[in-house]
């Protein structure tokens, strides 16, 4: 296994928990909030981002432009549908999202949520690090590299997995003060 293999899987899992991150929302309108949102397009489940165009126009409100009118209701009641929990106002060509402030105890909550997603890919980064050591001592017992060879590609994963450790510790960090600034 390649160290360059090791920290592409990792560079890629980093990013997975910021899109996870983006997806919460924090008191201003964010058009990464709707990511996760599909419609019911013609029997396919579509991202709403490919049926139409969105917007903020102030840090309050999220608009959604259908690109075709027909697929208003469906994309109201898939909005309606989702976990965002914001309730969708149609008037007959663009719907709107009214993003409400954050209490300090949904603030609190998100907070502890944005922990969760960070201890996940945390988690995540941990299991490439022990396959990637599993690999390294397997070619070891095989005679395919020496003892020292084994040792300082373990200490490079282990420098591998602790830098990008940091880099979800610092969008943790970030998030969190996004989340709680009002």
């Given amino acids: 296994m390649k160290l360059a293999d090791i920290e592409n899987h990792m560079q890629k899992t980093v990013e997975a928990t910021q899109r996870s991150f983006n997806t919460i929302r924090t008191g201003r309108a964010n058009a990464a909030l709707l990511d996760r949102v599909t419609v019911e397009y013609y029997g396919t489940p579509t991202p709403l981002k490919s049926l139409a165009g969105i917007s903020t126009p102030d840090s309050s409100t999220i608009a959604i432009q259908p690109y075709d009118r027909n697929t208003l209701n469906l994309i109201e009641k898939a909005i309606s549908m989702s976990d965002i929990g914001l ?4 008037d007959g060509v ?4 009214n993003i409400p402030p ?12 944005v922990a969760k997603l960070a201890e996940e890919g945390k988690v995540a ?10 690999a390294v001592r397997k070619q070891e ?3 395919e590299i020496s003892e020292d060879e084994a040792r300082d590609l373990q200490d490079s994963i282990q420098k591998l ?3 990008y ?3 979800v510790e610092q969008l943790l960090q970030e998030k969190e003060t ?5």
């Fill in 87 to 90: 309730t969708p106002s149609n």
């Fill in 94 to 97: 663009v719907i709107r999202l």
């Fill in 102 to 113: 954050l209490t300090s105890d949904r603030r609190k909550e998100l907070v502890k949520t």
């Fill in 125 to 134: 980064l941990r299991n490439i690090r022990r396959d990637a050591i599993d």
């Fill in 141 to 143: 017992k095989n005679s």
């Fill in 161 to 163: 997995t602790d830098k």
């Fill in 165 to 167: 450790s940091s880099k």
């Fill in 178 to 182: 996004d989340i709680m600034t009002i």
